[in-house]
Antibody, heavy 118, light 112 residues
Framework: EVQLLESGGGLVQPGGSLRLSCAASGFTFSSIAMTWVRQAPGRGLEWVSTISDSGINTHYADSVKGRFTISRDNSKNTLYLQMNSLGAEDTALYYC???????????WGQGILVTVSS | DIVMTQTPLSSPVTLGQPASISCRSSQSLVHSDGNTYLSWLQQRPGQPPRLLIYKISNRFSGVPDRFSGSGAGTDFTLKISRVEAEDVGVYYCIQATQFPRTFGQGTRVEIK
């Protein structure tokens, strides 16, 4: 059974940092590109970042470029999102998902809440 | 970036009646490999997104056959043949043909 479990969220002050993790199981993690998607309260889904299976290739939304870093540890079956210089606009529920064809986004985690507030 | 535009943004439906959601992309979603990576997601209240349809018209595992997808190029449609109470939620189209991945704004399906 495929499982994705996010952790590391919480309350952080503006300008602060946080690292999210997504623990994966039930599939060959090292062969699958992974993505972070976020959802601000009451808003729609927003793609944040994607990393290739090897970790060599990464992509970022303009809204987080230069502040967020996606990475992975294939030996630990874990995906990460390092978030720096956080602002109120980053307050959201963050989801991880598989991002590989032909069936993109077939499994999602339950999400982890990040709140940026003083 | 590819802009995804959904209509309507809200769809009140009577139980047992059909519902239809349109999704238009600002450019063709045909990938260089010949596939069109347009998917539909359902998000029930308080739940994470759930994949319903991939590559325009393929139902994901466990998805009821009252859900169907169609379209080509830049115009796509999700149809629910007979809406049930459990179908209440927000529906999103998403393209995975190129980066950045982009979502439609979401369409809220509610029961009249």
């Amino acid at each position: 059974e495929v499982q994705l479990l996010e952790s590391g969220g919480g309350l952080v002050q503006p300008g602060g940092s946080l690292r999210l993790s997504c623990a994966a199981s039930g599939f060959t993690f090292s062969s699958i590109a992974m993505t972070w998607v976020r959802q601000a309260p009451g808003r729609g889904l927003e793609w944040v970042s994607t990393i290739s299976d090897s970790g060599i290739n990464t992509h970022y939304a303009d809204s987080v470029k230069g502040r967020f870093t996606i990475s992975r540890d294939n030996s630990k079956n874990t995906l990460y999102l390092q978030m720096n210089s956080l602002g109120a606009e980053d307050t959201a529920l963050y989801y991880c998902s598989k991002d590989v064809g032909p069936i993109f986004f077939d499994y999602w985690g339950q999400g982890i809440l990040v709140t940026v507030s003083s | 970036d590819i802009v995804m535009t959904q209509t309507p943004l809200s769809s009140p439906v009577t139980l047992g009646q059909p519902a239809s959601i349109s999704c238009r992309s600002s450019q063709s979603l045909v990938h260089s490999d010949g596939n069109t990576y347009l998917s539909w997601l359902q998000q029930r209240p308080g739940q994470p997104p759930r994949l319903l349809i991939y590559k325009i018209s393929n139902r994901f595992s466990g998805v009821p056959d009252r859900f169907s997808g169609s379209g080509a190029g830049t115009d796509f449609t999700l149809k629910i043949s007979r809406v049930e109470a459990e179908d209440v939620g927000v529906y999103y189209c998403i393209q995975a043909t190129q980066f950045p991945r982009t979502f439609g704004q979401g369409t809220r399906v509610e029961i009249k």
